[in-house]
């Protein structure tokens, strides 16, 4: 990762994480440096890196949103059909990746994924903008289409079908996962390429371990 330049009012290189500060587990820890990005005014802070393998082990990668977050890890909705749905449906795990460039931070994040239940979708769903709502009924995501006036005709068949102010449902290949994570690496730049690296690693059962690694 190359060395953006750092944020106005912050000395480049100067900001550091140790194992005297950092908070006492990953989700604290990931809690504090989102609302830090947040507050630092970057665009899209909850955007992460989804990086998935399908069953030969070909891997590939996508933005998407962070749309949960607990304890039990992170949470984010799509087309199940997709790409990324296919190679989660033959291979559980993924990757995350917090790409903060401006704040010369990143979260990475690697663990097993399980499929959200119906119930939590479709509540999740409900939430969305009517506009996102018919954009779930009409693409089929990752499908190869000839024109654009292909997807705009299914978009406007969707709203012959859930005119405005009418429930629009849950599309059955549309839903949510979530990272269960196994490690929670937080990487803070320095300078001389000398950065910090402090990892959460997940043990037996519940035990975390906290460990540095070199940059």
């Given amino acids: 990762m190359s060395d953006p330049p750092e944020p106005a009012g912050a000395p480049a290189g100067q900001r550091t ?17 989102l609302e830090e990005a947040v507050a630092a005014g970057l665009a899209e802070p909850t955007a992460m890196v989804l990086a998935t393998a399908d069953a030969r082990a070909r891997p590939s990668a996508r933005m998407v ?40 931070r990143q979260v990475i994040v690697d663990g097993d994924v399980e499929v959200l239940d119906e119930q939590s979708s479709d509540e999740y769903f ?10 779930a009924h009409a693409s089929r995501q990752s499908t190869v289409i000839a024109s654009r006036a292909v997807l705009d005709a299914a978009r406007s068949r969707a709203e012959a079908s859930y005119p405005p102010g009418t429930r629009v449902p849950r599309p059955d290949r549309w839903g949510g996962w979530r990272v269960e994570p196994e490690t929670v690496e937080f990487w803070q730049g320095r300078s001389d390429r000398l950065h910090d690296r402090l990892r959460f690693r997940r043990e037996q059962g519940e035990r975390w371990v906290l460990e540095r690694l070199s940059p």
């Fill in 17 to 33: 994480l140790d194992e005297g500060t950092i908070g006492p587990n990953w989700l604290s820890q990931f809690q504090q440096w």
């Fill in 126 to 135: 409900a939430s969305r903008p009517y506009g996102s709502q018919l954009g």
């Fill in 65 to 104: 949103l962070m749309k949960g977050l607990d304890e039990r890890g992170f949470v984010f909705y799509s087309n199940r059909t997709s790409r990324k749905g296919a190679d989660l449906a033959a291979n559980a795990r993924a990757s995350l990746v917090f790409p903060w460039h401006a704040m010369r």
